[in-house]
DNA sequence: CCGCCCGCCGTAACCGGTTACATAACTCGC
DNA sequence: GCGAGTTATGTAACCGGTTACGGCGGGCGG
């Protein structure tokens, strides 16, 4: 029935568990005629280490913990890509859980990682700080991802989202657009707040009116929004989404009624899904796996007493100009609604 | 420095650790005050249950291994995200590696899963059943994905690339295409040349001509597809790729050169990955996650003793028509190369 | 020839939980 | 008042590995 053990090698091969046990990790204080038979008996009884056991008394598991919210779009995929790609060229597993807003839930999650990874990974920019410190087993290494302020002697990873925000903005003032509408993130969303600052930054800066449409990061919010334009007896000649999705339903919506982009009404985002190459979307590029990935790397480093700067790191994302954010010419003006 | 131990709570609450287990377990046979007892101990501790050890004495361990080539595209992240819903909602984690096309490397992938989780969700196309056999911890329950063949006791699960293909050809032909050509997969590749075989019956059961082009399944692929067809002087009204990015180059491509779509030449792909929707590609949806999350289901029922059909499941495609492939006019005909 | 060192190996403790079994206290029926 | 049954608890074995420690035999120097 179960699978053989240590104890079933050892057996077969006449030697004791110990012996097993050094001839198959490779210590060098075995005989060479004991470590083949060892490996002879382990092969025939196609024997595989239980790894469970084997981290309970190494006290070492050599994985590492994920908590995710229930990111939409090609966040949360991207995201475990470049997670996967550093923890597997590292020999780490990844043990994954995507946790739903509730935060008694993530709790449970956190503490269910306890004893079966080396550290943990954290994304969770609704959960309050304080909670989170609670919730998180003291003694785990931990990094979060994107999270509303630092935890002691946690270090952090996030975007600045503001900065990507205010380029895109001055991007499209240098382009010659004025009127330019935000489409926000949904309420609480802290990546969505700092996005509509560094917009508000810039149109501040340059005495331009700010107009601010709600959203909640889903498509629909964009076609929404796009209507609500159009609609509207306000002059509007850029929109500048709080994400591409957004964007991407705000794009349609506009072309379908007619309206062309950018010459009427150039159209930006933020994230860089691969979706926005496409349809040739000026964007912010938020490199999500690359994040991930780096996380993952530091999260190891300071596992293996590797890292030097404990200190929380703030990723640059970086502008993509495309089509929808072209220089406005003097063939499109004035078109849309005066 | 470590964390508290149960043998800590058991300690401070005074009495034994059995007791602290029962407690914690919520077993009935605690006395309500000892209950207490132990529970105010274990906060003031901060004890949480060391989760290796509990999988280990329970031989249990809640978790599920996920193994996956690298995927490219959307496909990896979908997948995922299917199995990770699903397994979050019965209470399981998901522990994730990702294997490189190498076989060994595949092997010791599966085997450092032993031991740690309670079943295996395998993908591996591209690997040799009996290798993957050989690979696999003979007494892990697991389930095969897009797999080759089945494997004994092993229930796969799988889409019917063959029947997509076929009723994409078909929906081709009803629409008024004759001289389809198809853009093949990577050699090798099991989807590919099912999807390839699917194309192959249709034109043999309307006596049409098959032409096949070679391809990997990325976009650069479709593009040279394109070129291929314009330069070629055989007669093409429709294209169906093997898979969506081959479409989606190959619909850059032709429209760059001025070939309208689908009036002189129609394009279909496979796969139907978001991307599809924005350019109206007609193409055969795979709801990879869905199969994700189905594969999830069924490997806990098994692990549950709930599976009650023990067979491989075969899961059909659905026809997504869309724009490029609308039914031919008179308006759009013999112009491409006569 | 004796003592020491060294290389190889086995015994048993340990990692942190669960739980079978023993025990103790207490009730109940006669 | 005493045996049986019930309930709450403790002790220790166990899950499957790793490894500290001690034993044993052989080579070597003195």
């Given at each position: 029935?179960?699978?053989?053990?240590?104890?079933?090698?050892?057996?077969?091969?006449?030697?004791?568990?110990?012996?097993?046990?050094?001839?198959?990790?490779?210590?060098?204080?075995?005989?060479?005629?004991?470590?083949?038979?060892?490996?002879?008996?382990?092969?025939?009884?196609?024997?595989?280490?239980?790894?469970?056991?084997?981290?309970?008394?190494?006290?070492?598991?050599?994985?590492?913990?994920?908590?995710?919210?229930?990111?939409?779009?090609?966040?949360f995929s991207e995201c475990v890509r470049g997670?996967?790609?550093?923890?597997?060229?590292?020999?780490?597993?990844?043990?994954?859980?995507?946790?739903?807003?509730?935060?008694?839930?993530?709790?449970?999650?956190?503490?269910?990682?306890?004893?079966?990874?080396?550290?943990?990974?954290?994304?969770?920019?609704?959960?309050?700080?304080?909670?989170?410190?609670?919730?998180?087993?003291?003694?785990?290494?931990?990094?979060?991802?994107?999270?509303?302020?630092?935890?002691?002697?946690?270090?952090?990873?996030?975007?600045?989202?503001?900065?990507?925000?205010?380029?895109?903005?001055?991007?499209?003032?240098?382009?010659?657009?004025?009127?330019?509408?935000?489409?926000?993130?949904?309420?609480?969303?802290?990546?969505?707040?700092?996005?509509?600052?560094?917009?508000?930054?810039?149109?501040?800066?340059?005495?331009?009116?700010?107009?601010?449409?709600?959203?909640?990061?889903?498509?629909?919010?964009?076609?929404?929004?796009?209507?609500?334009?159009?609609?509207?007896?306000?002059?509007?000649?850029?929109?500048?989404?709080?994400?591409?999705?957004?964007?991407?339903?705000?794009?349609?919506?506009?072309?379908?009624?007619?309206?062309?982009?950018?010459?009427?009404?150039?159209?930006?985002?933020?994230?860089?899904?691969?979706?926005?190459?496409?349809?040739?979307?000026?964007?912010?590029?938020?490199?999500?796996?690359?994040?991930?990935?780096?996380?993952?790397?530091?999260?190891?480093?300071?596992?293996?007493?590797?890292?030097?700067?404990?200190?929380?790191?703030?990723?640059?994302?970086?502008?993509?100009?495309?089509?929808?954010?072209?220089?406005?010419?003097?063939?499109?003006?004035?078109?849309?609604?005066?």
């Amino acid at each position: 029935m179960g699978e053989a053990t240590i104890r079933d090698v050892a057996r077969r091969a006449e030697v004791s568990v110990a012996s097993v046990s050094r001839a198959l990790n490779g210590l060098d204080n075995v005989r060479a005629e004991t470590r083949e038979k060892v490996i002879k008996a382990a092969n025939e009884l196609g024997y595989v280490p239980h790894a469970g056991a084997r981290s309970l008394s190494l006290a070492r598991a050599h994985a590492i913990g994920v908590v995710l919210p229930d990111l939409h779009g090609e966040f949360f995929s991207e995201c475990v890509r470049g997670m996967d790609r550093e923890a597997s060229r590292r020999g780490y597993l990844l043990l994954l859980s995507n946790m739903h807003d509730d935060s008694d839930q993530a709790a449970v999650a956190l503490r269910t990682m306890r004893g079966r990874v080396d550290g943990l990974l954290v994304m969770a920019p609704h959960i309050a700080p304080e909670t989170l410190e609670q919730a998180i087993p003291p003694a785990l290494p931990s990094i979060l991802l994107n999270s509303h302020a630092d935890l002691p002697g946690r270090p952090a990873l996030r975007f600045d989202n503001r900065a990507g925000a205010e380029a895109m903005v001055e991007h499209l003032v240098a382009n010659g657009y004025r009127h330019i509408v935000h489409i926000a993130g949904p309420d609480g969303n802290l990546d969505a707040a700092q996005r509509a600052e560094g917009y508000l930054a810039v149109c501040a800066r340059h005495h331009l009116p700010p107009r601010i449409l709600p959203g909640n990061f889903n498509e629909e919010a964009g076609e929404a929004a796009a209507r609500a334009i159009l609609a509207s007896t306000t002059r509007t000649d850029a929109v500048f989404a709080a994400n591409d999705m957004m964007a991407i339903g705000c794009l349609h919506a506009l072309r379908d009624a007619g309206t062309r982009v950018p010459e009427d009404i150039a159209v930006a985002g933020f994230d860089d899904v691969p979706l926005a190459r496409y349809l040739s979307l000026s964007t912010v590029r938020v490199n999500i796996a690359e994040m991930g990935a780096r996380a993952v790397a530091r999260l190891i480093d300071l596992l293996e007493g590797k890292d030097m700067h404990r200190a929380s790191e703030i990723l640059t994302p970086e502008l993509v100009m495309r089509a929808t954010t072209a220089p406005r010419t003097a063939s499109g003006n004035g078109a849309a609604h005066a």
